[in-house]
């Protein structure tokens, strides 16, 4: 049996990535249609030629077992998957290196490494899959540190308890979703939470992010699954009780979701689960106008259909991911159950569509789900390799990052042209060319849709990091400006924490910082992130 090694370069284990015709494709796409050229192939840096910060930690012996300290694991936990951790990892840039890497087994593990970390002023970067996108696990902290541990909670990985009668299940943090998924099989039940890291990526990095899911109404994040959570701070435990429901005052479990990793660890947690789906039901629509697409949407979740389902992709992305000519915009709409047939409210989805201007593409009543064809299936395809393309674009010399929001509709119009805008400038003025700029809506709701923007660029051979820091200002800039949110579910880091000081209200502000004292008065955990 051949062990699985993750890459640390980009995403997923090194024998994955795109094929040599994919890559060609996507760089023969940006190359015609966008005039972005790649420039030679900078090579992934060898592990051996990585020169790593010499550690100063005095780890204590009853550490030592649960601890590794390896170049391989210290270069395989310096980074996440954001678009700067590319391009540091592609620069051979590895100045913020972990000092040791620990892999606890229980909670008395953890609080062990809490009582010597802040005793030894070592800041903790708490890491569920690495899949941060905002540098979430980067350990990039301040000097007043003497060290970074990083705990790696890949130990806490089982389904501890499915209770099938109120469809729940406890599952520790550092289950990743597949692992998750495959415990919860034999039970006929399914968490049914598909971010597009899903395969990396865990559900305590999940709480601790307010992921979003598959789902693109009504269960948009992990949030609407939690029952309670369990946290593990410096100061102590947080365990809240497990209901369905509760109105007793400000709830524990909102305070713990999107606390990323600066409050404690999230060890596990009771989730709600569902009956694995039997009907299912996709319809692909083409709409020239991309706002009547919008429309569109807006019409079907103010319907109160939910369906599972429901993105529109820009004529521009379609073009960029080999899914359209650009001339059109596309929908899919999907709804299941475990349940009962689906097929009423796809006739209502339909009405919806058609009534907006929409063009019916896969026909939901001969679709194959497995085969699916059309733009919808195209895009799908594109989808799914997505997350190989930055490793084949940052060593080109090609700025390729995504960012995502939420806005209310009576906003939605002026507020895309404007960050579309902002954006294409930024593009310009930071590499001296022209770029692309699309969108898609990622999930929507009754009073509004999440826009999630992609952004490319040929950026100058120095300073690509400077260059990608230029666009990202400014798009944010603009989207809190327009009065956007500075992530839908992409989380804050340490990528989005100047925005989201701006965006939270002081007081609240502050009174988070206080909590976190209490919690964590060393402030060893994920300084930077959040607080
Ligand atoms: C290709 C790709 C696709 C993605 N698609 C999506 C998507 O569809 N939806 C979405 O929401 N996000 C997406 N992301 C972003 C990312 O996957 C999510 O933020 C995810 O929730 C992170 O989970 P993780 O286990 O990898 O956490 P990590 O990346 O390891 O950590 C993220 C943050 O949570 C903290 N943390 C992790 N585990 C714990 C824990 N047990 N207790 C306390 N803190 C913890 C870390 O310190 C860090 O601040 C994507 C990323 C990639 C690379």
């Known amino acids: 049996m051949s062990i699985k090694k993750l890459k640390y370069w980009g995403w997923g284990n090194t024998d994955e990535g795109l094929t040599n015709k994919e890559s060609d494709l996507l760089l023969g796409t940006f190359a ?24 100063q930690i005095n780890l204590p012996k009853s550490l030592r077992s649960i601890c590794k300290d390896d170049p391989l694991e210290r270069v395989l936990h310096s ?12 620069a051979a840039d590895f100045d913020h290196a ?32 690495g899949s941060s996108v905002v540098g979430g696990v980067t350990p990039d902290v301040s000097d007043y540190y003497t060290g970074t541990i990083v705990i ?3 130990k806490f990985n089982r389904v501890k308890e499915v209770d099938e009668v109120s469809r729940a299940a406890l599952i520790q943090g550092g289950t990743r979703g597949p692992d998750l998924e495959r415990q919860l099989k034999p039970h006929g039940l399914t968490l049914r939470h598909f971010p597009q890291s899903f395969e990396h990526s865990t559900l305590g990095g999940w709480i601790a992010t307010r992921s979003g899911g598959h789902f693109a109404t009504l269960y948009t994040h992990i949030d609407d699954l939690v029952e ?12 809240s009780r497990r209901l369905p429901g509760s109105g007793a005052g400000p709830s524990p479990d909102s305070f713990i979701m999107g606390s990323e990793g600066s409050l404690g660890i999230i060890t596990e947690a009771w989730v709600r689960l569902q009956g694995r789906p039997k009907y299912k039901s996709t319809a692909g629509f083409k709409f020239t106008n991309f706002f009547d697409a919008a429309r569109a949407v807006r019409a079907v979740s103010q319907a109160g259909l939910y369906p599972s389902n429901l993105r529109i992709v820009d004529q521009t992305e379609l073009l960029v991911n080999g899914a359209g000519d650009g001339t059109f915009s596309l929908m899919v709409v999907s709804f299941e ?9 796809m006739h209502r989805a339909e009405e919806c569509c058609l ?31 997505m997350p190989y393309n930055r490793e084949e674009l940052t060593p080109r010399g090609i700025i390729s990052d995504t960012f995502e929001t939420a806005i209310t509709w009576d ?15 930024a593009v310009k003025e930071a590499t001296g060319k022209s770029g692309v700029v699309s969108c898609r809506f990622s999930h929507a709701y009754p009073d509004g849709p999440a826009p999630y923007f992609a952004f490319h660029g040929e950026a100058f051979k120095d300073g690509i990091l400077e260059q990608w820091q230029i666009i990202k200002n400014v798009a944010s800039e603009a989207i809190i400006k327009n009065g956007g949110t500075i992530t839908h579910h992409h989380a804050i880091g340490r990528d989005h924490r100047k925005w989201y000081n701006r965006q939270r209200p002081k007081l609240f502000g502050e009174i988070l910082n206080e909590a976190k004292n209490h919690l964590d008065p060393e402030n060893i955990m994920n300084p930077g992130v959040i607080t």
Not at 79 to 90: K, L, V, Y
Not at 337 to 345: G, Q
């Open 32 to 55: 015609k249609k966008f005039g972005i050229l790649p420039k030679n192939k900078v090579k992934v840096p060898k592990l051996d030629d990585i020169k790593l910060p010499t550690t």
């Open 79 to 90: 980074f996440g998957q954001s678009q700067p951790d590319s391009i540091r990892i592609f």
């Open 98 to 129: 972990p000092d040791v890497i620990a892999y606890p087994e229980n909670e008395e593990d953890i609080s062990a490494i809490f009582d010597w970390a802040g005793e030894s002023k070592i800041a903790v970067i708490p890491y569920g899959g």
């Open 152 to 154: 790696d909670l890949s």
């Open 228 to 239: 309670n959570i369990t946290t593990v701070a410096p100061s102590g435990s947080i365990i």
């Open 337 to 345: 159950s475990s349940d009962h047939p689906v097929e009423s409210w």
């Open 355 to 385: 009534d907006n201007g929409g063009i019916l593409d896969v026909d939901w009543r001969s679709n194959d789900q497995a085969n699916m064809e059309g733009a919808v299936g195209a895009w799908r395809n594109a989808f799914i390799r």
């Open 411 to 425: 906003k939605f119009e002026e507020f895309y042209y404007a960050i579309k805008e902002a954006t294409s400038s």
